[in-house]
């Protein structure tokens, strides 16, 4: 039972909360296989598109100076959109080579920017248009897509603030949709409810440490966190296909 093991979940969840901020593409991408750790996969997905709305208006508030508004048309219109044709098909998938195909993408994709750091993605509304895609369906039937808005989101450049506030307004718009979705689905459980206003709390407190963190560090910096961040996603994702462990 997952509660017989809270105190270690609400700790795992507030670094999942400070690296999502500091990498600067959402907590869903280390929280979906924490999560995985202490409940099913279905529940999974149901209590991180919750937990991902508060974390986004966290970060909206704190962030909210730094917004595209020509990018949240751009890129969060298909995420909405092919997030909700994700999280539909999710029950028909299989998760874990689903997983396995992500995991290669985002280890392959961040190694080759890392290497070669000259090498850019053209900032072109083409270019968001996909990542949005990409992104979303890969939130509505994986639970975590903000890898590859995070990748595409890199290749315009932008600074700390407003790559966190963008990305936080696209999540909010994807995480409606999916959570909706995701009840129809019946993935959304009353047993779990209880943990909603914990990570209420978790993410605004992950969310205001992270900005802290973000004050000390530069844009270079930041930039390059991003990549490693979305290369121990990837690494990380590829062992829990392999080496699959519960507590639950």
């Given at each position: 039972m997952?509660?017989?093991y809270?105190?270690?979940?609400?700790?795992?969840s507030?670094?999942?909360?400070i690296?999502?901020?500091?990498?600067?593409?959402?907590?869903?991408?280390?929280?979906?296989?924490?999560?995985?750790?202490?409940l099913d996969?279905?529940?999974?997905?149901?209590?991180?598109?919750?937990?991902h709305?508060?974390?986004?208006?966290?970060k909206?508030?704190?962030?909210r100076?730094?917004?595209?508004?020509k990018?949240?048309?751009?890129?969060g219109?298909?995420?909405?959109?092919?997030?909700?044709?994700?999280?539909?098909?999710?029950?028909?998938f299989?998760?874990?080579?689903l997983?396995?195909?992500?995991?290669?993408?985002?280890?392959?994709l961040s190694?080759?920017?890392?290497?070669?750091?000259?090498?850019?993605?053209?900032a072109s509304?083409?270019?968001?248009?996909?990542?949005?895609?990409?992104?979303g369906?890969?939130?509505?039937i994986?639970?975590?897509?903000?890898?590859?808005?995070?990748?595409?989101?890199?290749a315009?450049?932008?600074?700390?603030?407003?790559?966190?506030?963008?990305?936080?307004?696209?999540?909010?718009?994807?995480?409606?949709s999916?959570t909706?979705i995701?009840?129809?689905?019946?993935?959304?459980?009353?047993?779990d409810?209880?943990?909603?206003?914990i990570?209420?709390?978790?993410?605004?407190?992950?969310?205001?440490?992270g900005?802290k963190?973000?004050?000390?560090?530069?844009q270079?910096?930041?930039?390059?966190?991003?990549?490693?961040?979305?290369l121990?996603i990837?690494?990380?994702?590829?062992f829990?296909?392999?080496y699959?462990?519960?507590i639950?």
């Open positions: 997952l509660s017989r809270l105190p270690i979940f609400i700790v795992l507030i670094l999942a909360e690296l999502g901020t500091v990498g600067g593409f959402g907590s869903s991408v280390f929280f979906v296989p924490i999560a995985n750790f202490f996969f279905q529940s999974v997905l149901g209590i991180t598109a919750l937990f709305l508060s974390s986004n208006v966290s909206i508030a704190l962030f100076k730094g917004i595209d508004k990018l949240i048309f751009q890129l219109l298909p995420a909405v959109i092919f997030v909700s044709v994700g999280a539909f098909f999710s029950k028909y299989n998760a874990e080579i997983t396995l195909i992500l995991a290669i993408f985002l280890i392959l190694l080759l920017f890392l290497i070669f750091k000259k090498l850019k993605l053209n509304p083409k270019n968001a248009v996909i990542g949005g895609a990409l992104s369906f890969s939130a509505g994986l639970g975590t897509g903000g890898a590859i808005r995070g990748i595409t989101l890199a315009f450049k932008m600074k700390k603030d407003v790559f966190i506030a963008t990305s936080a307004i696209i999540d909010l718009g994807v995480d409606f999916r909706i995701y009840y129809f689905n019946g993935y959304i459980h009353s047993h409810l209880y943990l909603i206003p990570l209420i709390v978790v993410s605004i407190f992950g969310t205001w440490i900005k963190i973000l004050n000390r560090v530069s270079k910096q930041f930039n390059h966190i991003v990549l490693l961040l979305i121990v990837g690494i990380t994702s590829l829990s296909v392999f699959p462990v519960s639950n």
